[in-house]
């Protein structure tokens, strides 16, 4: 069992930046791999960033790259995304997701921020930006 929780949602205009964080619990010590998603009002969730277990290898959407940054630290249970340069596009609820160590077989390169491979959830951290 993982619990997720998200903070540092907010409002900002474009060009501005927010640092989203998700703490972690777990009760078992298998590893887990992190990602953010985020779901826009109208539209289905889609992955932004995804980060494995020890944090050495991360996988970004179109749209974050050169723009977000993933980070974790295992030491205090916390995974981070830094987001720059917003633009209004980027308004959503941002939602953070666990998947235990051995969830990303295959080939397919987009199952790192496929939805369906994710076990555990967060309540999600709305983030707005205004023009």
């Known amino acids: 069992q993982v619990q997720l929780s998200e903070s540092g949602g907010g409002s900002v205009q474009a060009g501005g930046s927010l640092r989203l964080a998700c703490t972690f619990s777990r009760l078992a010590s298998t590893p887990i791999h992190l990602a953010w998603f985020r779901q826009a009002p109208g539209k289905e969730r889609e992955g932004v960033a995804h980060?494995?277990?020890?944090?050495?290898?991360?996988h970004k959407s179109d749209s974050a790259k050169g723009r977000f940054a993933i980070a974790r630290d295992n030491a205090v249970n916390t995974m981070y995304l830094q987001m720059d340069s917003l633009q209004p596009d980027d308004t959503a609820v941002y939602f953070c997701?666990?998947?235990?160590?051995?969830?990303?077989?295959?080939?397919?390169?987009?199952?790192?921020?496929?939805?369906?491979?994710?076990?555990?959830w967060g309540k999600g951290t709305p983030v707005t930006v205004s023009s």
């Open positions: 997701a666990a998947a235990p160590q051995g969830s990303f077989g295959g080939l397919d390169p987009a199952r790192w921020l496929s939805a369906d491979r994710y076990k555990y």
């Open positions: 980060i494995s277990t020890g944090g050495g290898v991360t």
